[in-house]
Each structure stands twice: as C-alpha cells, then as structure tokens.
C-alpha cells in the first residue's frame, strides 16, 4: 500500500511507502503469513507468489543447505535460484511491482468515539489520502477508527477475523440486526474486556474465549495466499489471538554456515552448466567440455570422466550424500589449521578459521579454541507456525511431522538472507565432557529437566499431520550446559567488543542425547546482524582473550540476584509453567532473544557452575579458582 502526500520542497502531491521492514527481517519475524501493525494499518504480509513481480536475479547459492532441505523435508526446489533474497522497495515511487505486497488485517476496527465494533464493508469513508477510516457515529461524524485487536487462529497456522457477532449471542439466538460494542473497561485489562450487543443488550466477557470448553470451528483460512489456495480443511478450533502477541507467528527457518564440503565439490560446481549441456550425446558432451572457453576452468580442475559422471548424476536426479547441516560445520571448525603470523585472507572467501593455543589452565574442560575471521550464514524460510513453535532437534532441524503454515502455494524457491560476520568458537574437551556426564548427581539433573520437558509438551502438545502426538527428542544435560555457557559468555564478552549484546548469535553443537558416540560439544558464537556489524574484527580479537572473559562469565553465574529462588529452582511443577529453565531467569542466563536459538529456554547454571543449594558435583566448572 501507499499513500500520499506534498513534497516539502516542491509542494506537489507525492506516494510514499506505507511502512518499511528490513529485508532480512522477512525471512524471520516479518515473512510471508505474519502480521504487522504500521503507521495507519494492521496488514498481514502476502506470500511468495506476490514477490515474484519484483524479484531480479539475486540468488544465493548454498547447495549443501538446499540438498539439504530437498531430502530431509522433501521440498521441491528449483536445481537454480532456489533461494532468493527478497525484493527491494523503492521509496520514493512505491507500487505493486516493487517492494513486498500486504493485504489488510483484521477486516474489523473499533470506532474511537462510540466504542462500535464495525466491519470495514460498513466504514463510510475508507479513501481518504491519510490513510485512515471513518465512522459515522453519534458523538463525531468523522470518528477515526482502529483495528481492532484480537483475531483468530489455529495451530495449523489458518488465520481469520474472530466471530464476533457469533461471540456476542453464544447462549442466545442470534438477533437480526446486531450491533456491536466492544466495552474495554477504565483499564483495558484483557478481564474487563466485553462485547455487547446494543440491539439484543447481551453481553459476553472476552475471558469467555479463554475457557476450556469454549469451541469455535476454524474456517482453515490463510489469505496471505492467493484465492485459489485461500482455504483448507481444518478441524481444529479457533483460538483468540492477541494481534500483536509473540505467539501470533513462529518462523521455520533453517540456517547454515558456507563451510568447503569437499566429497561434493565437483558435484556442486557442475550445478551451474548441467542446464547447458543437458541432451546432448556423448561425444558432443565431451568435446563441448574440452574445447569451449566457458568450461575450462572445469576440466583443467578435474577429469573429463569425472565431470561426465557428476553431471549424469544431476541428470538422474541423484541427491549428493550430505552430513548432517552441524556435523559438517562442527568437523571443518574443530579441523581448522592452526594460525600463522601475518597470514591474509581474501575478502571474498566465505570461510575462514584458525585455532589458536588454549592455555594451560583451561586445557583440562576446552580442548579447542578457533577464531573464524571469515563467516558466511544463509538463513532460508520454509514455513512457520503460530500459537506454539515447532520443536528443533540438536542440529536445529524442525520435526519433519510438525503441520507447518506454507509460504506459497507450491513455488520452488525460498526466501533467503546471509549474514557475513566473524566469531569465536570453543570446543570442550570430550574427556571432560564424558567424565560429568557420568556423575550420578549430573544423571539425575537431567531427569528432572527431562521430566520439565515432558510436561511442556503434553500442556503444549502439536498434533503432527498423520494426527498422532509424539513428543519431540529430549536434548539433554549437555546441550543445557552449552547453552548456558553460550549465553553467558555472550555477556560477559559484549562488554568488552565493542558489539551490543543482540548483535551477537550463538550456535550449539551437540550430539543427541543419549547418543555417546557422537562427540560434538562445541559453541560458535558469531556476529549475527546482516548491517554493517560483523567485520570489525572486534570480536575475533575477544577470542584470544577468552580465559578472561570465562572466568568473569563463570563468577557471574555463580550468584543470581533473583537467588535462591532461582537456583532452586524445578521445572516440572512450576505453578509459572517455566518447565524447560532450571537455574535460569532474567536475572542471570536470559539473553536478547536475537541472540538465542531457543527463545531463551532449555537453560540451566547449576549444570555450569556451583550454585546455591545443588551439590557442586552437578557443576562442569566444578572449581572456578582452579581456572
């Protein structure tokens, strides 16, 4: 949308963009499907198949994630430009070719001088150039309204207009000319809420919607598709939604580090010609490969054979036999060479680590130490959810049976972003690792946290779309203790880097639990802003300096101010449903949640330090002054 205005400068009427969002922000918080409040409207963001006007030829290319994606959540993507970087607006001439489209939501707006409920059908001025809607009323013949501010949806991600009028007569029959008041109290608070009929005089508290045995069908609605794919079946009830709520919109996004991946590099390569030689014979196919100009620098590379054989595997349709997305990162970290003095990098390398030494007083819990002066992450957007977040796996995979919200109606591309920046990463040492894991007192730690994610999932349980419940894999005692240990070195190292707090990103890697052959147990943390952040050096530099910023993160976790409230803390039956922190809060481990993988949850400092009330054996940094 757009509206208009008079240039200050000429005095001539001028359109101006209706809101701005970042460009890396739509794959993620505001993508396709997700709602957003701007100046004079509430707008929900239209999908893929409104991007394509203004899309240009601004691919990226990250054949290990997209292999990745094709296989294990069985998406078909295009062979080329199967991640796109969302298109640009132009400020100064908006339109419907540029920038990203959204459409109007909710339908219903709140009269800011008789309180009426009305469906905008009803408004009698909807054109004026302010953008805005008017009302009609008793008390102002020009009243401006609001959308108003609760919708509905579902756990399949549907969304829609609340039944108001159906609301505001339950346990009555439905009068002929309704009328609707949405009476907010002096407060506001959401209890003192009511809507009223003014034709019938029935009232109905919005609470009402919140009670167990309330049930209203979902009508499957999802109009930030085309018609065509507008609406599905749904069987689940319809859910009253905050507008604005975090829980309105959950993005599904799947990111990967541009790392080498050596077993398939001739397989990637030949990607970008397998479309020009595709149908022809034998002999042609390998004369073109030795005599054109365009394929030399393939062939001086590798064999000719070589090259024949990867392309008919394209051809056939053979998918390269890929690693796990942090298996392969976590192997070309932990493989990194060792740092020369005075060594240079070119600026257009993706990927560049080097280890450095770990000093004698930690080298008993960190085996290994890698400042990456050269990072590449491709962020791409599958899907999303609402209400609940789908569940992620120790690789930072979604449960693949998870009924996730589409952003298209069957495109073979998805939105992307990168971010280029530098980092730090650690390794623990697996003899240390497989040492604590062992102690009864860690044995049982983590029963107790799996009992408090167990009873997350049966409050918060998502059908998956063969309609049966499974509960989602446990992560285990270790992947809370890199957790924790990320968030507070994440800290402690921003005061020092010169980068805000939220402008720092973790990665996890860890092995699944209960699974003690694979040893992964490492933390990445990276700049992760796709501005200007994230090639200051600033960071790397705080990586040879990380004895000292792990003693500091350690000294604060031992002592909470919210102590020992905190530190005795015990998820399962928490009467404020914290089931999946233990010795975790705002006070200690929280962090900006940017920065974090898992909206600040699977925490615990009592599995990283000695605290209040636990046995210190519980601890891997069982001694801090030993450090």
């Known amino acids: 949308m757009a509206r208009f205005g008079r240039s200050n400068k000429t005095g001539k009427a001028e359109r101006r963009p209706d809101g701005h969002v970042r460009q890396s922000h739509l794959v993620g918080v505001y993508g396709a499907g997700s709602m957003i409040d701007l100046v004079q409207h509430a707008v929900v963001v239209c999908g893929l198949d409104s991007w394509d006007a203004s899309l240009g030829a601004d691919s990226i290319d990250e054949p290990r994630l997209r292999d990745r994606l094709a296989e294990h959540y069985t998406l078909d993507l295009d062979s080329r430009d199967y991640f796109r970087r969302p298109p640009d607006g132009d400020d100064r001439d908006p339109s419907q070719y540029q920038g990203i489209r959204v459409l109007e939501f909710p339908a219903w707006f709140v009269c800011q001088g008789c309180r009426r409920l ?57 009068c002929p000319a309704p009328e609707l008041t949405l009476d907010e109290g002096r407060s506001g608070d959401f209890f003192e809420i009511f809507v009223v009929c003014e034709s019938c005089q029935h009232r109905v508290p919005l609470s009402t919607a919140l009670a167990k045995n309330f049930s209203i069908n979902c009508n499957g609605l999802r109009p930030w598709l085309p018609r065509a794919h507008e609406r599905e079946e749904c069987k689940e009830d319809l859910r009253l939604l905050v507008r604005t709520a975090s829980n309105g919109y959950f993005p599904m996004v799947i990111s990967a580090l541009s790392v080498p991946d050596p077993a398939n590099e001739l397989y990637d390569e030949v990607r970008h010609v397998e479309q020009q030689l595709k149908g022809l014979s034998p002999g042609l196919l390998r004369a073109n490969l030795q005599e054109a100009e365009a394929y030399r620098p393939l062939i001086d590379k590798y064999d000719v054979e070589l090259v024949v054989e990867a392309l008919e595997q394209h051809w056939e349709g053979k998918a390269a036999e890929r690693l796990p997305t942090r298996t392969a990162e976590y192997q070309q970290l932990t493989d990194a060479p060792h740092e020369l003095t005075g060594e240079d990098f070119g600026e257009d390398e993706k990927f560049v680590a080097r280890r450095i030494d770990v000093s004698t007083g930690l080298q008993d819990k960190i085996s290994l130490i890698a400042l990456a002066h050269r990072l590449q992450e491709v962020r791409v957007q599958y899907g999303f959810t609402r209400l609940e977040p789908a569940s992620q796996d120790n690789q930072g995979e979604y449960d693949i049976n998870v009924r996730k919200a589409p952003l298209s109606s069957g495109k073979g591309w998805l939105p992307a972003t990168t971010v280029q920046g530098e980092g730090v990463f650690l390794e623990l040492s697996p003899k240390a690792i497989a040492e604590w894991s062992n102690r009864p007192a860690v044995v049982e730690r983590a029963k107790i946290l799996h009992d408090g994610f167990q009873r997350w999932y049966e409050r918060n349980a998502r059908t998956r779309s063969d309609g049966k419940i499974k509960v989602p894999p446990f992560l285990g005692a270790r992947f809370y203790l890199l957790h924790s240990l990320s968030h507070l070195l994440i800290t402690a190292i921003s005061l020092e880097c010169g980068y805000a707090a939220s402008s720092i990103r973790e990665r996890i890697y860890c092995g699944p639990y209960g699974d003690d052959k694979t040893e992964m147990s490492g933390i990445l943390l990276y700049t992760g802003t796709p501005g200007s952040e994230g090639t200051l050096g600033g960071l790397v530099e705080q990586g040879r300096r990380l004895e000292h910023h792990l003693k500091f993160a350690l000294k604060m976790a031992s002592l909470c101010s919210n102590d020992p409230v905190c530190a005795s803390h015990k998820p399962k039956n928490d009467p404020t449903e914290r089931w999946l922190e233990g010795a975790a809060c705002h006070g200690c481990l929280f962090v900006a949640e940017p920065s974090c993988e898992r909206y600040n949850r699977y925490l615990d400092r009592a599995l990283v330090v000695p605290v209040i009330g636990e046995k210190s054996e519980l601890a891997f940094f069982e001694d801090i002054d030993a450090l």
């Open 118 to 174: 009305v469906h905008r059908r009803d408004l009698s001025d909807s054109t004026r150039r302010d953008g805005r809607r008017y009302h009609e009323c008793e008390r102002d013949k020009k009243s401006v309204t609001v959308p108003v501010r609760f919708v509905g949806a579902c756990a399949n991600g549907h969304l829609q207009d609340f039944p108001w009028v159906e609301f505001a007569h339950i346990g009555v029959d439905r």
